[in-house]
């Protein structure tokens, strides 16, 4: 998945990308001092890829469960959406306090707890604090890695549970590389 920041003027908005596709919706801050939030998409990935979780990238591409009616409406439907969402942004205020996870090994007892009580009834809900812990963790070690690219390639890896973060490389870039033979530098 590309996340690709597209800058008009001082607006900022992330557009998210695979394939060549552009799928969901155009992202921005929404606040009054850019707090990179526009990545948040990452979070979501990171719920998928961890959690095995996330009635949110269902959503966004395409593969809710509509071949059982009961789990597309209470695993998959709105309201389990916006209470991925609010996860995310109850993470996401505490984390902003915390410079993001930066250097931090572990989430505070307190927010898992909150996160569990949000889900429960959901099946993330059987899901242990530490898988929570480790999602949230990974989740803003990318987010990082998109803010300061800015945007960049994640690759998904469900079965091996990892987020690969890759820069994007620039036309500059790409035209050496493709330009330059092979064995020379």
Known sequence: VDFV???????????????????GDRLT????????????????????????WSPVVRSL???KRKSDAKIDEAQDGARAGIIEEAVSAIVFS???????FDGLDHVDFD?????????EGFEV????????EIAILDGYRVFRSL???????????????QLTY?????????????STPRGFP
């Not at 505490?94 to 993001?100: H, M, P, S, T, V």
């Open 111 to 119: 927010l898992l707890k909150m996160v569990k009580e949000f889900v």
């Open 94 to 100: 505490r984390a902003k306090q915390l410079e993001f």
């Open 5 to 23: 920041e597209r800058t008009r003027g001082s607006h900022k908005a992330v557009i998210l990308r695979c394939n060549g596709i552009n799928f």
């Open 166 to 178: 890759a820069p994007h490389v620039s036309s500059d870039e790409r035209q050496r590389l493709t």
């Open 61 to 63: 591409m395409r593969t």
């Open 125 to 132: 809900a059987a899901v242990p604090l530490w898988q929570w």
């Open 29 to 52: 801050d929404n606040i009054a001092d850019p707090d990179g939030y526009r990545f948040h998409d990452i979070f979501h990935f990171a719920y998928a890829v961890h959690l095995g």
């Open 147 to 161: 803010c300061s690219g800015p945007g960049g390639r994640v690759t998904l890896d469900l079965d091996a549970r």
